[in-house]
């Protein structure tokens, strides 16, 4: 099975800030990798496909990129909405494991 | 607007099973495939299966294999998650996503199943 493995655990931020959060996929997968957004509480929401395709209704700060094996998710000028765990997912091959997530706190 | 209701959760005793429902609505459920994903208390998420929109595939994380099936019923716009020998591990809230090509788009309020003796 392919692993995710995501870094920071947890990332110390202000609003306006930018931040940069890395996923790493233990053997090639492409650009098969999206990136999700968890508040307490609530389900996912996708914001990143195929490695660097914002979704539909995502604000344009948010951004990916990479390919391979080495994948990041930029957030630019951070808004208080922003804080809330991310994870990551590959999809190039099953099982479609998550990374661990990475949480953004204030 | 795509709505996905999640039902059949609860309480279970070790071994025992359950059977998830996701009711889905605002999209022609019969086109696309479907995930299920879990989340145990303070944890991350888990991929947990994936069935294509017309049910002729089906796949499983490591961990589920052989215990949880899988299905969909596209007369009645409704996936299931039929878990069998649950253990404590499975303790989770369990969400039903609904896939573009298999991407997660959009994803149920989630439901909780909690196994305890």
């Known amino acids: 099975d392919i692993q995710m493995t995501q870094s920071p655990f947890t990332l110390s931020a202000s609003v306006g800030d930018r931040v940069t959060i890395t996923c790493r996929a233990s053997?090639?997968?492409?650009?098969?990798l999206a990136w999700y957004q968890q508040k307490p509480g609530k389900a996912p929401q996708l914001l990143i496909y195929k490695a660097s395709s914002l979704e539909s209704g995502v604000p344009s700060r948010f951004s990916g990129s990479g390919s391979g094996t080495e994948f990041t998710l930029t957030i630019n000028s951070l808004q208080p909405d922003d804080f809330a765990t991310y994870y990551c997912q590959q999809y190039n091959s099953y099982p479609y494991i998550f990374g661990q997530g990475t949480k953004l706190e204030i | 607007q795509v709505q996905l209701v999640e039902s059949g959760g609860g309480a279970v005793q070790p071994g025992g099973s359950l059977r998830l429902s996701c009711v889905a609505s605002g999209f022609t459920f019969s086109s696309y495939g479907m995930h299920w994903v879990r989340q145990a208390p303070g944890k991350g998420l888990e991929w947990v299966a994936f069935i294509r929109y017309d049910g002729s595939n089906e796949y499983y994380a490591d961990s589920v294999k052989g215990r949880f099936t899988i299905s969909r019923d596209n007369s009645k716009n409704t996936l299931h998650l039929q878990m069998n020998s649950l253990r404590a591990e499975d303790t989770a809230v369990y969400y039903c996503?609904?896939?573009?090509?298999?991407?997660?788009?959009?994803w149920g309020q989630g439901i909780l199943v909690t196994v305890s003796s």
């Open positions: 053997q090639n997968i492409n650009s098969w």
């Open positions: 996503g609904k896939a573009r090509v298999v991407v997660i788009t959009a």
